[in-house]
């Protein structure tokens, strides 16, 4: 049955129309309320009781549900709920007096909570959307009919948005162990500003990042982050344990930023849930543990929910560093440096029907399936991640036109140089002004991003950035021209075949794999960023490698590619990748010396 467009069993309908019937005013009921549930301020006004007699006497059937895309709305099925307090009193054993759910839907962690723990002396709800409370209150009631003898303890279930809800006036009341208990929205900012929606706290750049990062997305936070941060800002001094169902890539930016919130939290744990049986999504989810009011601890320990005493691995703060298995880095911490070299992003155009092409005897057909000649010269072979499965790449299965040697260069060139390659783009122009990310703006028609003198250097060494197989292949130049790559790939450009080679062969190698394996996570949308591959010393890795092993690796690209790349290069690559830094220390060292016997020369 439903009232106020929500659940409601005929049992709460019965004892509530039962309860209620000679009331009429709100005031009277809420005292009776109060003394039957300890359910507090259950109605709001006189208006909201008399609506909810009216819809009890003649409680809908079905209403259809509104669009709550906005709100993140995943609700936590009963039996998952039940299963975390459970967890939460006999693994854990926490036992709490207070018991706050910030954005608590329909109420199944609040009925939960009240099934597990027994000594809650009060709980408090918030939900923005007001059916939910509705079902919260009635689920509580419906618990209590089931469960006649339990204890009741305080409720309080606030009609409110939890970016304006005062948690801080809860503090004084949690000197006793507290618990932070819920699920929070799963949506992030950039979600919301899609769908225009104002569900989102007023400091939304709150990472401040800057405007370019900000559109590219890196200050892209999730809200359910924001609250679970507010309840650190709110709770952090105050003895107790927060327990959230957060996305798993949430839980690794919480413990990531640790490193400079230094929130008093300790006894950080995640254990993995299967949000697909769960949740029906297919987005890693977790269970984020942790105790208030310690000294903050900056590691997570991963467990599976459904085996949680099996602990797999470890990650988060290594001194500086920030891991993902922690005993694994342990073993290759030693190439963890920077890199000598700037990895690149591949071409970003946001408009693949129109600028990938495919090759069809000597014409080109693009995305549309339309037939197009145009000429050569902006054409270029075109690698995309799924294209980077071997070793060494030579061919293209696409092509791209490539229509600016770097960012934002006028491109009014190609009107008269190219009248063909014109003609086709300004007949596809509305679908470049329609592209939608801010970058493009007040740019020259036509413009990609992803583009400069690195893009054209004839060798290249790439990975593509969606996957954990941490394969590098060396590019190779397709009919005298570069092979590009697109914007889902990393790479790095050479001017030689041989560097190119030495540095295909150290990325490859079990080294680098296992840094790479113990620094990127699984869960996150990129497993490989630019932020990643920085991180891999090509020198340390170098002076790892011996000339023989070198080689053999040489002899079979060789073999297996037909090429003829020789090792004669590698004492001149040793000296390029070499760090400045410790050029110039070796040079003042052998200064020192050089003094040194001078000084020596002349006392003798
Ligand atoms: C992922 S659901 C989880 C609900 C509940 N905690 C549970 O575990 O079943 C997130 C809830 O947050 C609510 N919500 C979204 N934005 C909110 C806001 N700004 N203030 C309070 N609640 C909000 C949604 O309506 C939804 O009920």
């Not at 001017?495 to 869960?523: H, R, V």
């Amino acid at each position: 049955m439903k009232i106020f467009e929500v659940n409601i069993s005929y049992k709460v309908v019965d004892l509530l129309s039962k309860k209620l019937s000679r009331i009429t005013c709100f005031e009277t009921a809420n005292e009776l309320l109060v003394d039957t549930f300890n359910i507090n301020n259950f109605f709001n006004s006189q208006e909201e009781y008399d609506l909810f007699k009216e819809a009890m006497s003649s409680a809908q059937n079905i209403v259809s549900e509104p669009d709550r895309t906005e709100y993140g709305d995943f609700q936590t099925n009963q039996n998952l709920a039940k299963s975390v307090t459970k967890f939460l009193k006999t693994q854990k054993k926490i036992n709490p007096k207070l018991v706050i759910e910030p954005t608590c839907g329909k109420g199944n962690f609040i009925v939960a909570a009240l099934s597990s723990f027994k000594e809650i002396k009060k709980i408090i709800g918030v939900e923005i959307y007001k059916p939910y409370t509705w079902e919260t209150k009635f689920n509580i009631i419906d618990y209590y009919i089931s469960n006649p003898s339990v204890r009741k303890p305080k409720i309080e279930i606030f009609h409110c948005n939890v970016f304006d809800f005062d948690f801080s006036s809860l503090v004084n009341e949690s000197i006793e162990e507290v618990l932070i208990l819920g699920n929070p929205p799963w949506i992030t900012n950039s979600k919301l500003s899609s769908l225009q929606s104002g569900n989102l706290p007023q400091k939304s750049n709150f990472k401040k990042y800057n405007g370019f990062d900000a559109i590219t997305g890196k200050g892209n936070f999730d809200i359910g982050e924001y609250i679970t941060l507010m309840m650190f800002e709110a709770f952090q001094n105050t003895k107790g344990y927060l327990a959230f169902l957060l996305k798993s890539s949430v839980i690794k930016n919480i413990v990531f930023d640790q490193y400079n919130t230094k929130y008093k939290i300790s006894k950080i744990e995640k254990f993995t849930i299967d949000s697909k049986k769960e949740f029906n999504v297919s987005v890693e989810a977790s269970l984020f543990f942790c105790k208030l009011n310690t000294q903050p601890e900056y590691t997570c320990a991963e467990f599976d929910f459904y085996k949680p005493t099996q602990n797999t691995k470890k990650f988060g703060w290594v001194m500086d560093k920030f891991v993902s298995d922690i005993e694994l880095y342990q073993k290759s911490s030693n190439i963890d440096g920077v890199c000598p070299f700037e990895w690149r992003q591949g071409i970003k155009h946001d408009l693949s029907s129109i600028m990938e092409l495919e090759r069809v005897n000597r014409h080109y057909v693009n995305g549309k399936k339309e037939e197009i000649e145009i000429e050569e010269d902006l054409v270029f072979g075109l690698l995309k991640s799924s294209d980077l499965k071997q070793t060494v790449i030579s061919t293209p299965r696409k092509f791209t036109i490539i229509t600016q040697k770097k960012v934002a260069q006028d491109t009014s060139y190609i009107k008269e140089k190219y009248p063909k390659t014109y003609r086709y783009l300004q007949s596809h122009k509305t679908f470049f002004d329609k592209r939608k990310s801010n970058i493009y703006k007040n740019k020259p028609n036509f413009s990609i991003f992803g583009i400069g003198d690195y893009s054209f250097l004839p060798y290249k060494v790439a990975i593509s950035g969606l996957y954990k197989t941490f394969t590098f292949s060396l590019i190779l130049p397709f009919e005298n021209k570069p092979l590009m790559l697109d914007d889902t790939c990393y790479f790095l450009g050479f001017e030689n075949i041989e560097f190119a080679a030495y540095t295909t062969i150290l990325l490859n190698s079990d080294k680098t794999k296992k840094l790479l394996e113990s620094i990127t996570f699984s869960a996150a949308k990129r497993i490989i960023t630019k932020e990643i591959l920085m991180r891999i010393d090509l020198y340390k890795l170098a002076t790892l490698f011996s000339i023989s092993s070198l080689q053999s690796e040489l002899d079979s690209i060789n073999e297996n590619y037909n090429l003829n790349v020789s090792a004669e290069k590698w004492d001149e690559f040793l000296k390029v990748i070499k760090p400045k830094q410790l050029v110039k220390q070796m040079e003042i060292f052998t200064h020192q010396e050089e003094g040194l016997r001078t000084t020596a020369i002349i006392r003798h």
